[in-house]
């Protein structure tokens, strides 16, 4: 895998950058979402803010889904640049699960996008655009092998828990400020309150998610893929550890206005974000330079050390 790494080219790369941009900006679109409906003591002026959030990221998702197109195409015509403007390959590529996976994304995009419109009807357009969006990176990569229903809902199970997460940074460390620590401690208790079952799930998903696509967990982790699955994890369980400090320590003593308890907050958030950033590079890495062996093939992989590349894609 680091060799793979090491020798990738410039239209590689880009396509990784891309691709965890997409991952961000979706991710932060949905997620704000998510938090303005359910945080219910967010103040007035936060789910302003969420709202305008989610557009702008919307808005930036479709636009670097789109950049996908003319990279993939290049990739196609041998690593070209021509191959971003030639007619025949792009539309190959558009008419690829690549194509289809953008197409719904940029229709649940939009409907997120209408919770500019009156409550009563943007925010249930809205929460049907979270469900496309997540929706839109099942049909290609992983979720394409069998048993292909359960792998798509535990994909999209697993992209919805992190966008919830991901969508609740912006809004508490806003409110992390001086003049507003009580309201953000109760805004993370009551985040803390929906997460413990986001861990939960977000756990499940992935441990039978990594089952199912190689048949053997144990053995997974002497592939490229589960090795960089393995990363995953371990960051995860960074995250996972400023999670409780935020709600065993940070949280009560934001509810108690102790001095401090706001800057440590906020320094926790930023790291939790850089943890973020980090398993969403590992993610778009993973997806575009490897994939899960099939389960007959994890021996012979962890034996000779190679990684089969087909099945590129995907979210997990």
């Not at 590689?12 to 691709?19: F, H, Q």
């Not at 792998?151 to 508490?172: D, E, K, M, Y």
């Not at 967990?217 to 960051?235: E, R």
């Not at 778009?284 to 093939?297: D, K, V």
């Amino acid at each position: 895998m680091l060799s793979a790494l090491a020798s990738a080219d410039l239209l590689t790369w880009l396509s990784i950058c891309v691709k965890a941009l997409v991952y961000a900006t979706a991710l932060i679109a949905m997620g704000s979402i998510l938090s303005m409906l359910t945080l219910r003591r967010l103040p007035a002026p936060e789910v302003q803010a969420l709202r305008r959030l989610s557009v702008l990221c919307a808005i930036g998702a479709a636009l670097l889904s789109l950049m996908r197109l003319p990279l993939r195409a290049s990739f196609l015509m041998g690593g070209t640049w021509q191959g971003a403007a030639d007619p025949m390959m792009l539309t190959m590529v558009s008419e690829s699960p690549l194509g289809s996976s953008i197409a719904l994304r940029l229709v649940g995009l939009a409907l997120i996008c209408a919770i500019l419109l009156p409550a009563r009807l943007g925010r249930p357009l809205a929460v049907f655009g979270v469900l496309v969006v997540a929706a839109s990176f099942v049909f290609r990569g992983h979720a394409l092998e069998e048993p292909r229903f359960l792998l798509a809902a535990l994909i999209s199970l697993h992209i919805l828990g992190l966008a919830f997460w991901i969508g609740a940074f912006t809004p508490l460390y806003r409110l992390s400020g001086a003049d507003t620590a009580s309201v953000a401690g109760q805004v993370s208790h009551d985040f803390g309150r929906i997460a413990i079952w986001v861990v939960g799930a977000l756990t499940l998903a992935g441990g039978v998610t990594l089952w199912l696509l190689t048949g053997n967990v144990l053995d997974a982790f002497f592939t490229s893929y589960g090795q960089f699955f393995a990363i995953k994890l371990g960051v995860f369980l960074g995250i996972i550890g400023f999670a409780a400090w935020n709600k065993l320590r940070l949280t009560p003593a934001l509810l108690r206005q102790e001095p401090g308890a706001s800057a440590h907050l906020r320094r926790s958030i930023q790291m939790e974000s850089v943890l973020v950033a980090l398993i969403l590079m590992t993610t778009a890495i993973l997806t575009t330079i490897s994939a899960p062996e099939a389960t007959n093939q994890i021996g012979s992989a962890a034996a000779s050390g190679q990684t089969t590349e087909t099945n590129r894609g995907g979210f997990l």
